[in-house]
Nanobody, 115 residues
Framework: QVQLVESGGGLVQAGGSLRLSCAAS?????MGWYRQVPGKQRELVAT???????NYADSVKGRFTISRDNAKNTVWLQMNSLKPEDTVVYYC????????????WGQGTQVTVSS
């Protein structure tokens, strides 16, 4: 069974930094981070392909950096210049497009940015 184990959330002051990690129990074509405010749809933060191609939400461009190590099946999200509006639960996601196909989510990690 595929598992994603997240770590790195926490409390930080505005302008500070946090680094989220997500370790997967297998290899995936695309790994990424999403976030969800209660009562709203989960939204993309950043994704990265196994080839290293990254995609970011406009709201985090220039502040967040996604990276991955394919050998370790791990993806990181470096979050700099954090803002109070970044306060939300962040979810790791992993997708595999070949059999067995997967679209798997982590348990979520809380990020809180104080003003």
């Amino acid at each position: 069974q595929v598992q994603l184990v997240e770590s790195g959330g926490g409390l930080v002051q505005a302008g500070g930094s946090l680094r989220l990690s997500c370790a997967a129990s297998g290899s995936f074509n695309v790994m990424g981070w999403y976030r969800q405010v209660p009562g709203k749809q989960r939204e993309l933060v950043a994704t990265i392909t196994s080839g290293g191609s990254a995609n970011y939400a406009d709201s985090v461009k220039g502040r967040f950096t996604i990276s991955r190590d394919n050998a370790k099946n791990t993806v990181w999200l470096q979050m700099n210049s954090l803002k109070p509006e970044d306060t939300v639960v962040y979810y790791c996601n992993a997708k595999r497009f070949t059999v067995p196909v997967y679209n798997t989510w982590g348990q979520g990690t809380q990020v809180t940015v104080s003003s």
